[in-house]
C-alpha cells in the first residue's frame, strides 16, 4: 500500500465555501480514521489544526467559543 497522504490545505478563498469545507472535512476525516485512530482526540484535533492551514487556523480564532484555548 502507497503512503497515506494528508488532505490539501483547505482553500479558505473558494468561491462555494460551504461545498469546499464539506468536501476537505469527508477527506481529513478519512485521513484520520485511516492514519491516527489510535491517538487521542486532542492530537487530532492539533493535526487538524495543522492540515487547515494558516488561514484557517486564523478564521478558527474568530469563530472559537469564548472560553476556550487554542488546540
Known sequence: MEQLRPPRQMNIDAQNLSMEWRQWK???LLYIDLSMAEKDNK?????????????????YQTIKPEGTRGA
Open 26 to 28: 469527508e477527506e481529513f
Open 43 to 59: 492530537t487530532k484535533v492539533k493535526m487538524l489544526m495543522y492540515l487547515v492551514g494558516p488561514q484557517g487556523r486564523e478564521l
